[in-house]
């Protein structure tokens, strides 16, 4: 990634600017929540959208940040597959 300025007053304002957008999303409700690691060089986002909403708000980061996107779904949904996919390997067994 591109090297953040190693001068105090360039650091704070491109942080500025990324805080800026930060803030902006979290209004807009696009990320719900966004935090900092304790090596304070890294840290999470939580949001939601569609691939395309979040390939565009993880691009206005670029080149200073990267980004490692996890796709999730909810627990009750993860129990809801699960018993689909067993109930579906029982039937394939029984064949």
């Given at each position: 990634?591109a090297?953040?300025p ?90």
């Amino acid at each position: 990634m591109a090297p953040f300025p190693m001068d105090p007053e360039g650091s704070l304002a491109l942080n500025e600017k990324m805080w800026a957008a930060l803030d902006d999303l979290m209004k807009k409700g696009i990320l719900s929540d966004f935090g900092f690691f304790l090596d304070g060089t890294s840290g999470y986002a939580i949001g939601e959208g569609t691939g395309e909403v979040v390939f565009k708000n993880v691009s206005m980061f670029l080149p200073f940040m990267k980004s490692e996107v996890h796709e999730i779904i909810s627990y009750e949904k993860g129990k809801e597959l699960g018993r689909e996919v067993a109930k579906a390997l029982i039937e394939a067994a029984k064949q």
